[in-house]
């Protein structure tokens, strides 16, 4: 039989075992946690929010014959010999998915480091620190900043918001809905101190580089992430930002057949341009974990991949009554505001030289369908 | 095929819609409406829509 060998067990990963066991190929899937595949995105809602456990967040499983071998990460791996190693095992392989994902950044500042939110046990962590009247304060004002910013307020806690940008989410939304945020936040009893990085940890909270001195009982970093490329060094792949594949997610760089997907794919999408690009986005593990198995499945036939594959990047964020949903990259755009005020419900689309790259909504689930239609259809 | 939402779970973010149109559709209110019962010709169509679910409120059975 054919061995099919994935590293990393989260959805992306997930979503390729089931495209290539579907095509009959034997799979196993290495992931560093004890768990099976599970929904990330309640961790900082629902779940911190109160009594869903992991259980409750496991994918279905469409196949009983896939090799788990969960809770070690993979540690090296030689592409040329067909191997992945997970401390002293070794696992060879007749194709290879990378699918080992991120981790949390930290900053590189002295001092303690904080906690996390990345896994369902450090949902479980903050969420048993988390009470009424506990004061958090939140490194980083992204989607999971934001998020955990507003399940902390939920929950009665008194929350503070540190961020080297000058408004939250400002890098995917832009300056304007940032700034809308911003004001919902404070509405719901949030402070911020924007525009400043961290000079230093504190166990109790840090210093920012104004010598502005923030404690809390709980300080939580959400300060982007980091690509798990390191079991890969050695193979000559570029590795620069997570690792590079051709349109149809075949990893460039080697005559081996391996692919890559989800949020470590670094992928250019004819979509919108020939830019190899890293997306965080919800739907891409699923929508590049399908391509991949088809692309993998072609080469270890001895065929070659063929398809156009243009996936529409989405994602959504839902902080107090706030639904944000988005559809392209509206972060490579400039923000237009098309329908309804920046401070209410809104649609708003982001251009790039006259085309529309990207469209978000703020309570506007429906309406911003038709408006997905416009992205990337030049 | 029957066809389950957990309306609990469910967030109407339309992203079935997408992907098994004749099945799932966001109403006037932008509130999922779905058909409970449908051909096994559209199964592919219905699993995919399951995948897709953000909250993961598809049940296939």
Known sequence: MTQVVIVGAGLGGLRAAESLRGQGFDVMVIGDEPHLPYNRPPLSKESLKGGVEVEGLHFRRKHDDIDWRLGAAAT???????????DDAAYTFDGLVIASGIRPRHLPVPGPQPQVLRTADDALALRSRLAPGVSLLVIGAGFIGC????????????????AYDAEPMMRPLGAQLGAAMKAHHEAHGVTFHLGQGVQEFHADGVTLADGT??????????????PNVEWLHGNDLDLADGVLTDNLMQVLGTDVPVVAVGDIARFPNPRFDDVPRRIEHWNLPTETGKRAGQTLGALLNAETPTGDFRPMPAFWSDQYDIGLQSYGLPGIGEATLVDGEW??????????????????????TKDLMDYRKSIGAS | MKIYVDMDKCQHYGQCTFEAPTVFAL????????????????????????????????EIQ
């Open chain 1, 76 to 86: 090296g791996c030689s592409l040329q010999s067909r191997v992945v190693y997970v």
């Open chain 1, 147 to 162: 998020e955990v910013a507003a399940t902390a307020r939920q929950l009665g806690c008194e929350v503070t918001v540190t």
């Open chain 1, 213 to 226: 001195r923030l404690s809390a009982d709980v300080v939580i970093e959400a300060v982007g992430s980091v």
């Open chain 1, 343 to 364: 401070s209410g419900d809104c649609i708003v689309e982001y251009l790039r030289d006259d085309e529309v790259v990207g469209v978000v909504g703020v309570n506007r």
């Open chain 2, 27 to 58: 109403n006037d209110d932008g509130k999922l409406e779905y058909v409970g019962e449908v051909d096994d010709a559209l199964a592919d169509q219905v699993e995919a829509a399951a995948d897709v679910c953000p909250m993961q409120a598809i």
